[in-house]
């Protein structure tokens, strides 16, 4: 089990420009989770896949940001025309299949500085 | 409107004394509890979790009660060593977690003292 797993760790772009983020959850996890966690908050809730649908999306997951899990495997997330509230850490997490609740696995989070 | 609230941005406590970290909730469709521990630079790892159902849980030295009446739940590790120091979330969900993100509590920081 070698947890998930999150490229690039650190991001900097300039405003305006697009980025994308991977990620790759434990392999047996059907459940994907995308977070935001800025300075001095806790993680806020973006987005979730199970396999490959995507099934919620929280209202601070703007126009501009777009996440795929195309195979059911790996997931992206991608920040189209960064503004520099869009500074944050960017963390990704994975549950097993639905056997009554399990927790968020994480991994280490991307970096974004838009400058 | 922060639905799980963690009052205590900070906690400092002596090496082998009992750590109690506190976290209040006002959603009632909540159901299902967790506590996370933070590194710098690292992601949360997830220490211990609690249903609905119970209002205790254990592990180790991690203990976790909930008081589904006052909508508090609180993370007891004893003793507290040096390695504990880190920051501490408190998260919740509904629908018997997992389907919906979690909802995070701001974090306490605990210092361990030698």
């Known amino acids: 089990d070698t947890g998930v797993s999150q490229n690039p760790r650190h991001k900097i772009t300039k405003r305006g420009q697009n980025v994308t983020f991977r990620c790759d959850p434990i392999?047996?996890?059907?459940?994907l989770y995308w977070y935001r966690q800025t300075l001095g908050q806790g993680p806020e809730f973006l987005t979730y896949f199970q396999n490959e649908a995507q099934l919620e999306k929280s209202r601070l997951l703007s126009d501009r940001f777009s996440a795929e899990r195309p195979k059911g495997s790996f997931s992206t997330l991608e920040i189209q025309r960064t503004e520099q509230g869009d500074s944050a850490m960017y963390l990704c997490?994975?549950?097993?299949?639905?056997?009554?609740?399990?927790?968020?696995?994480f991994g280490p989070g991307t970096r974004l500085t838009v400058t | 409107d922060q639905q799980v609230k963690q009052n205590s941005p900070s906690l400092s406590v002596q090496e082998g004394r009992i750590s109690i970290l506190n976290c209040d909730y006002t959603?009632?469709?909540?159901?299902?509890f967790l506590w996370y521990k933070k590194y710098p630079a690292e992601g949360p790892t997830f220490l211990i979790s609690i249903s609905s159902i119970k209002d205790k849980n254990e592990d180790g030295r991690f203990t976790v009660f909930l008081n589904k009446s006052a909508k508090h739940l609180s993370l007891h590790i004893v003793p507290s060593q040096p390695g504990d120091s880190a920051v501490y979330f408190c998260?919740?969900?509904?629908?018997?977690?997992?389907?919906?993100?979690?909802?995070f509590g701001k974090g306490t920081h605990l210092i361990i003292q030698p």
């Open positions: 959603n009632s469709m909540f159901d299902y």
């Open positions: 997490a994975s549950s097993p299949p639905p056997r009554g609740a399990a927790p968020n696995y």
């Open positions: 998260a919740a969900s509904e629908a018997g977690g997992g389907a919906d993100g979690l909802t």
């Open positions: 392999s047996e996890h059907n459940r």
